[in-house]
């Protein structure tokens, strides 16, 4: 089974703070994701990777960057953490080999910025 | 543009009613789609998918969705719902053409089902 591990369950940190979320992957998958989950608002992307070194910008990238230094790692930098950044984060990855193939998530990390 | 609508945001069934949670999805070219689950504080799991072939699709827990290309619908169904189930569902779509891209994601349904 595929396994996508997130660093913390849930993190506090303060406004202001540089807060790093990380993510690795054990199926040697090239397609990584950063989605946040608000209620109401369902799953919003915020960036992706097709693979190393590559990133690509989602819907929501204000305020937030990533690095793919290492294919199994994708990790979320929220530059300057601010309140309206509490949220639910997931994580995704997914084979390229063929594109009908579902995204595996992990356990997502809680976040709370105070 | 790909977009998925599903037009509850909550489902109530009492157990052992059979239970349907609605998805419908737009794409210009054909559609890859797929249901998810989350129970609390945990993340997204996969539960069935459509690629082509049988409109009705089985997938894990005794969850099944049948997919309707002139409704532009995959409805998530299950004979006889369990309390076990009562969780947040999302429909997910890419279309075919798009190559690599992400999944786009409905809003998702929470399900209560009631003993």
């Known amino acids: 089974d595929v396994k996508v591990t997130q660093s913390s369950r849930y993190l506090v940190k303060r406004t202001g703070e540089k807060v790093f979320l990380e993510c690795v992957q054990d199926?040697?998958?090239?397609?990584m994701f950063w989605y946040r989950q608000d209620p109401g608002l369902g799953l919003r992307l915020i960036y992706f990777?097709?693979?190393?070194?590559?990133?690509e910008k989602g819907d929501i990238p204000e305020g937030y960057s990533v690095s793919r230094e290492k294919k199994e790692r994708f990790s979320l930098i929220l530059e300057s953490a601010s309140t309206n950044q509490t949220s639910m984060y997931l994580c995704a990855s997914r084979s390229r080999m063929t594109s009908n193939q579902p995204q595996h998530f992990g356990d997502g990390t809680r976040l709370s910025i105070l | 543009a790909q977009s998925v609508a599903q037009p509850e945001d909550q489902v109530n069934v009492a157990e052992g009613n059979p239970l349907t949670v609605k998805c419908t999805y737009s794409?210009?070219?054909?559609?890859?789609l797929f249901w998810y689950v989350q129970y609390p504080n945990r993340g997204l799991q996969f539960l069935l998918k459509?690629?082509?072939?049988?409109?009705l699709v089985k997938g894990s827990y005794g969850f099944e969705a049948e997919f309707n290309k002139s409704q532009t619908s995959f409805h998530l169904k299950k004979p006889s719902a369990l309390v076990s189930d009562s969780a947040l569902y999302f429909c997910?779509?890419?279309?075919?053409?798009?190559?690599?891209?992400?999944?786009?994601f409905g809003k998702g349904t929470r399900l209560s089902v009631i003993a």
């Open positions: 199926m040697d998958h090239e397609n």
């Open positions: 459509y690629i082509t072939g049988d409109n």
């Open positions: 794409v210009s070219g054909n559609p890859y």
């Open positions: 997910a779509v890419r279309d075919i053409r798009s190559g690599n891209t992400p999944l786009v």
């Open positions: 990777s097709y693979d190393v070194k590559m990133k």
